[in-house]
C-alpha cells in the first residue's frame, strides 16, 4: 500500500515543446580514457597496506609527518582567510559602486527635471 497521494493531477495536460532542449540531442559525459594499471597491486591494496603501516608505526616515526600536516594547516587557514578578506573587498567595492550609480541617477534626474514638468515652469501646448 501507498500512503502518498497520486500524484496524477501535477501532471501537465498538454505537452508543450521545449524550444531550448528541442534543437540539441543530450549530452553525453565523456568518459576518462581508461589508465593501464601496472598489475602488480589494485588501488584498495595499497591503500589497506599503507594504512596497516601507518598504524604500525610509533609515535616518534609520525612526528614529522604530523609537523608537516600542522604546518600545511596553518598554511590553508591563512590561505582561507586573505580569500575571506579578499571576497568582503569585492562586496565593499560593488555595494559602494552601487551606490555611486544610484547616487549619480540621482543627480542626473533631478537635474532641470522640477516638478516633472520638464524643468522651464512654463505650460506647453
Known amino acids: 500500500e501507498s500512503f502518498l497521494p497520486p500524484l496524477s493531477h501535477l ?3 498538454t505537452t508543450t515543446p521545449d524550444p531550448i532542449h528541442e ?5 553525453k559525459k565523456k568518459k576518462r580514457p581508461h589508465r593501464r594499471t601496472h598489475g602488480k597491486i589494485s588501488f584498495s591494496d595499497l591503500a589497506r597496506t599503507i594504512a596497516t603501516k ?11 609527518f604530523a609537523t ?3 604546518v600545511e594547516k596553518e598554511r590553508y587557514q591563512r590561505e ?3 580569500w575571506k578578506l579578499g571576497e568582503e573587498i569585492r562586496k ?3 555595494q559602494q ?3 555611486e550609480d544610484i547616487i549619480a541617477r540621482g543627480r542626473n534626474g533631478d537635474q532641470g527635471c522640477v516638478g516633472g514638468d520638464g524643468g522651464d515652469g512654463g505650460d506647453t501646448e
Open 11 to 13: 501532471a501537465p495536460t
Open 23 to 27: 534543437e540539441e540531442p543530450p549530452k
Open 97 to 99: 559602486k552601487r551606490l
Open 80 to 82: 582561507v582567510k586573505m
Open 92 to 94: 565593499s567595492r560593488e
Open 54 to 64: 601507518w598504524k604500525a608505526m610509533d609515535d616518534t616515526d609520525k612526528a614529522p
Open 68 to 70: 608537516r600536516a600542522a
